[in-house]
């Protein structure tokens, strides 16, 4: 029974300061894993954690003119962008250690690649023995080497789809600033199971935009045939501990 | 053109003091390398560095009773092999960086995997872009997740061996503390071409003893098939040059 919980970057920092912890939500969502994943019986097994990069990774990414297609020769703008992104994976590192949860770092910029056509390879069988053995494996939105591109960007969303698909997850949650995907009048879409059903008031999505709006989230996550949530912060344990809070997202 | 070069972590570090890098010896690599990488016409491409854990990492492997075979699945544990490797992986890049090197960090933990057997997976397509992009990969031991074992080292010496094959490297250097593998009388051994060349002194090499001495290295280094030098930190420019210092290992 495999999870993956992505913890939005606009969620667990401040987005309008550079590089600062919302030590609030921050401190909420490992109090909220920590209770689902440490003890005798533990809510939830075989947890995956990924988290973006909010007012970390997203303002180095831009100084530099680094997308997820666009890349960077500059080794000095890619540890810019990584090590922004190691102290928010850091801040959340020790916010779980601090409550027993025995995450482990996965740095996507060490242990991934795009070819040429930005196909992303990554070291699953390094993930799957992490959870094999009780630990939480914690990803990021990172900087990735990108055949004919330097180094360019790997969003959070990225990886959940892909770790949703190569794992075989059970369930996958995004933890996002709103309670759910919304309709026009701003309440929660309570099911998606189509992409026709929410064109209307999410717009059409570019397939280019992977780190980009709930458009894109919500027709990838349909495409991985894994069942998913889009909920709020105040909605993580709910979720991990088995409910369906927010959007339900499930094309099968 | 492939080169992998070994920068051992007696040399980069002060064995007797803990967590203490060598300043004069690590300083004097890193501009070895950069001589070598750096500029219009360098003498070598596609070159990948090795560090081992010196001061660092050995005395938390120690101190967890955590080896090569034997594993822990305290995260705790783990993350004091892991920081201090990434501690010392720090004053590595940015000694590199200072120097224009383009390094890029690749850090086991989050890259690698053993699967029961010992078997080890790791990330070679990051490996295998970042040096097609023009980087500098710096590996260095580590822990790594281990099925059955929770996280087990993971040496310099067996990530060289590994990257050696499956980069089909043309070189291997290994900068060590002496100024090859010397002979009974203390003199370097100029050329290795089997085992049985230097049996009698380096006496037997244990197959488990993987961070082990010189017999360990130079039998796994007549195993991959790549010439082989193992020589001293005044020497890394001459090896890096193209240059044949201390012992050769070579088997073909």
Redesign the interface.
């Known amino acids: 029974m495999v999870t993956v919980l992505k913890l939005g970057g606009s969620v667990i920092t401040r987005k309008e300061r550079p590089e600062t912890v919302d030590e609030r939500t921050l401190t909420e969502a490992a109090d909220a894993v920590a209770a689902a994943v440490v003890g005798p019986d533990p809510a939830t097994s075989d947890l995956v954690l990924v988290h973006g990069g909010g007012s970390f990774g997203h303002p180095h990414a831009k100084e530099h003119g680094v997308t997820t297609a666009e890349g960077t ?1 500059d ?2 703008a ?2 810019d962008i ?1 090590g922004a992104m190691l102290t928010l994976n850091e801040a959340v ?1 020790s916010r779980l ?1 601090d409550r027993n949860v ?14 040429e056509d930005g196909t992303l ?3 699953v ?2 993930v ?3 959870l ?4 939480v494996p914690v990803l990021h939105g990172d900087g990735v ?7 360019s960007v790997l969003s959070g969303d990225e990886l959940v789809v892909r770790l949703a698909a190569d794992l075989d997850a059970d369930r996958v949650g995004l933890c996002s600033t709103v309670p759910g995907v919304l309709d026009l009048d701003g309440a929660v879409v309570p099911e998606i199971g189509a992409f026709e059903d929410v064109h209307d008031y999410l717009g059409g999505s570019d397939a280019t935009d992977v780190t980009g709006g709930m458009a894109g989230k919500v027709r990838t996550l349909l495409e991985t045939g894994v069942p998913a949530h889009v909920f709020g912060p105040d909605a993580i344990d709910e979720f991990l501990d088995g409910g369906s809070p927010g959007t339900r997202i499930d094309s099968r």
């Open positions: 020769s080794f000095r890619a540890m990584h590192l250690h025995p995450a482990l770092p996965v740095h996507p910029l060490s242990a991934a690649a795009r070819d390879s990554y070291a069988d390094t799957e023995t992490m094999g053995e009780g630990f080497v990108h055949a004919g591109e330097g180094v």
